[in-house]
């Protein structure tokens, strides 16, 4: 059976593969040593929202009894195997990694990471009194015995475990104790001459005889629990849905254990009671080198050493943008009639381009209405200030909430309620579909016309990440594509039956018929002799119908070039589609993000940006949108990303036809490769 389904690679081996690239990033001499530090607290974070809802999922299908293999052939159950495998191997090498490599480094440079005994009388005397004052005080030791029941650990909480000698005195045999998450998981010692750190996780069990007086403790031990995390959401049985995404947040936090991370130094015992209590299987237990968790690594990455890290990269402003006032909306407004601006962020300002776009709507007296779509913003959003200070002065604002916004949703509850104190309309979408395109309109009265003016993005409307994030987006005056975005919003509001738009494609309506049509047609202009291409940079490609499309393109002869970030479906198993199907993946400095889909089209090339990933979710069931790009010299821009993206000169993941992704970091010559961003950074440096 698993012949006959082989077509593709599966979602969640392929998200391993992902995984697995951001820790080789851990292992890059030419990455400045604190950010190599960084990506191996990025690869623990992503580990966690893997088992929160992809293991979580798959488990859950096992316990409906699912047995039917997916696409690419494994039942749930063989499936969970392989991951569970893969992923013990990764946590072991990451592990490895911090201790043989990466400690040593940072030792080098003078950041030490110490045990207890290692220091000196006065460092212990120090983190005495700092354990005495700042933590002793917040702990708080939980015990099992008939009158106490085993506590409630939380989800991706560190804990220790504490093995406790029982007396005649006391039916006692186990203690928990949480590390708090409210104090730095590093503690730097006194020795000013040094910086030597060592973990409140030790400092912690250096003086548990103190939380438990009078009690024999055997031994401890380090643990972690993750939990389902995927929400399930009813809305056909809801009336207020955002009262039920309230409750169901709250459901959440005590969702079912799907993984437990433990010490190799734990007692198989010890480990057999924890798994009883927490009713979890051996298959879902992690063994690990201490310490666990480390996602805190952030802290050390963090540290002020300059020469440790990427040099410093200030985003430009847009050159359409460079001689504008952005103080003044009708110097801003007047820039966007003179034509679209293409933008790159963050190589160009998210802040000086979108932000004040927003800003200066919603200050001008002459706008009259604002629409604007939100599916994960910041805390302190200018965005969202800049909507409610429109709404404050009466203008007509609509802001698209979508609160089920993976792990954002409590901040867009909150973001909700306070739009709504001040009158902005606050709309959910539509029922069943999230929204996750990235849309603004705004509609400005000019004399005696009202004109409409247009942002469409590849990125979330957040100005954090847009320094962080590469995302595409533009500005634009265009009517038609004011048209498209007002009947867009009206649907998103209201209701409408009519989904055709002149320069959008939208999902679920006519994106994916658009663009299998669009790939249909690669290969009919191929067998017709004419000039057939497709190009994709995407974040994933999962949908079975959309690679179906891509592979008969190939059989037919249709270069076909795919650059995406993360998981990706695709495999090469045939000599027609290994000679014409090309697959890179980027990562690096920035999280690529943009999303770009080019058509050869017989020499009338069609560019295509916008927030879809070709995924079921993304072209089934949520909103999204695609904008064609009209102006040529736009095209040649997003032609260069592209180029850049697949060329030989830059370091990039391939996929090879065994179908393993292998990187390629140096020249024939053996001297390292310039990595793609790094190439886009000097280059805006330069300009």
Request: proline share 4%; aromatic share 8%; with cysteine.
């Amino acid at each position: 059976m698993r012949d006959q389904l082989a077509n593709y690679q599966d979602r969640e081996l392929t998200w391993l593969d992902f995984d697995t690239r951001v820790l080789e990033l851990t292992e890059d001499p030419t990455i400045p040593l604190l950010e190599r530090v960084r990506f191996l607290s990025i690869f623990s974070s992503n580990l966690d929202e893997f088992f929160m809802v992809r293991v979580a999922s798959l488990k859950a299908k096992i316990e409906r009894g699912v047995t039917t293999p997916n696409s690419a052939g494994y039942t749930p159950r063989e499936l969970l195997k392989i991951v569970l495998e893969r992923t013990q191997n990764l946590v072991n090498i990451q592990a490895e990694r911090f201790k043989d490599v990466i400690i040593p480094e940072l030792a080098s440079h003078g950041i030490e990471f110490c045990k207890i005994s290692e220091l000196t009388d006065e460092e212990r005397s120090q983190l005495k009194d700092y354990y005495d004052k700042r933590i002793f005080p917040v702990l708080t030791p939980l015990v099992v015995d008939p009158s106490h029941p085993f506590p409630y650990i939380s989800g991706l909480s560190l804990n220790i475990g504490i093995n406790i000698e029982s007396s005649e005195d006391q039916d006692i045999s186990f203690a928990r104790v949480k590390i708090p998450t409210n104090l730095p998981r590093f503690i730097r010692t006194s020795d000013q001459s040094k910086i030597r750190f060592v973990l409140i996780d030790e400092l912690i069990a250096e003086h548990l005889s103190e939380l438990f007086p009078g009690v024999t403790l055997k031994d401890h031990f380090f643990f972690r629990v993750t939990r389902n995390q995927d929400l399930d959401l009813d809305e056909d049985e809801t009336d207020d849905i955002l009262e039920t995404m309230e409750k169901e947040l709250t459901r959440r936090r005590f969702g079912p254990p799907v993984r437990l991370e433990v010490d190799k130094v734990i007692h198989p015992e010890v480990l057999n009671e924890l798994m009883d209590e927490l009713k979890i299987e051996p298959i879902d237990v992690l063994k690990y080198d201490s310490p666990l968790d480390l996602r805190s690594l952030n802290q050390i990455a963090d540290l002020d050493f300059p020469e440790l890290k990427y040099a410093p990269f200030r985003s430009e402003t847009a050159p359409e943008l460079r001689d504008v006032d952005l103080d003044s909306s009708d110097s801003f407004f007047t820039a966007l009639r003179k034509g679209e601006i293409l933008l790159h962020h963050p190589y160009q300002s998210f802040t000086t381009s979108v932000v004040n776009f927003l800003e200066n709507a919603a200050r001008d007296p002459h706008v009259l209405a604002i629409k604007q779509t939100l599916y994960r913003t910041s805390g302190d959003s200018p965005i969202v200030q800049a909507l409610i200070e429109a709404a404050e002065a009466g203008k007509q604002v609509l802001a698209v909430i979508e609160i089920r916004a993976r792990f954002d949703e409590m901040a867009n509850v909150r973001w909700a309620r306070k739009l709504e104190e001040v009158g902005v309309h606050v709309v959910y979408g539509l029922m069943g579909l999230k929204t996750h395109a990235k849309l603004s309109l705004v509609v400005r009265e000019e004399g005696d016309t009202l004109r409409r003016y247009c942002h469409v993005g590849t990125g979330n409307y957040n100005p954090k990440t847009a320094r962080f994030y590469d995302d595409l987006g533009i500005l634009s005056a265009d009517p038609v594509l004011g048209e498209d975005l007002s009947r867009l919003f009206n649907e998103l509001s209201g209701y409408s039956t009519k989904h055709e738009y002149s320069r959008l494609l939208v999902a679920p309506h006519s994106m994916r018929k658009g663009l299998i049509a669009r790939i249909k047609r690669e290969t009919r202009h191929h067998l017709d002799g004419k000039p057939a291409w497709i190009r994709f940079k995407l974040n994933s490609l999962l949908d079975e119908e959309i690679i179906d499309h891509l592979y008969e393109a190939a059989d037919a002869g249709v270069k076909v070039e795919i650059v995406v970030r993360g998981i990706c479906s695709i495999r090469l198993n045939t000599q027609a589609r290994r000679e014409n199907i090309k697959v890179r993946s980027i990562l690096g400095r920035f999280l690529e993000h943009s999303r770009i889909y080019y058509f050869r089209n017989g020499g009338a090339e069609d560019y295509y940006i916008g927030s879809a990933d070709m995924m079921h979710r993304n072209l089934d069931r949520r909103v999204e949108s695609l904008v064609l790009i009209e102006s040529e010299k736009h095209k040649q821009r997003l032609a260069a990303i592209l180029d850049d993206s697949v060329s030989d000169k830059y370091s990039t993941w391939k996929l090879t036809d065994e179908n393993k992704w292998v990187r390629n970091t140096k020249d024939h010559d053996g001297n390292y490769l310039v990595s793609f961003q790094d190439h886009f950074v000097d280059r805006h440096n330069r300009s």
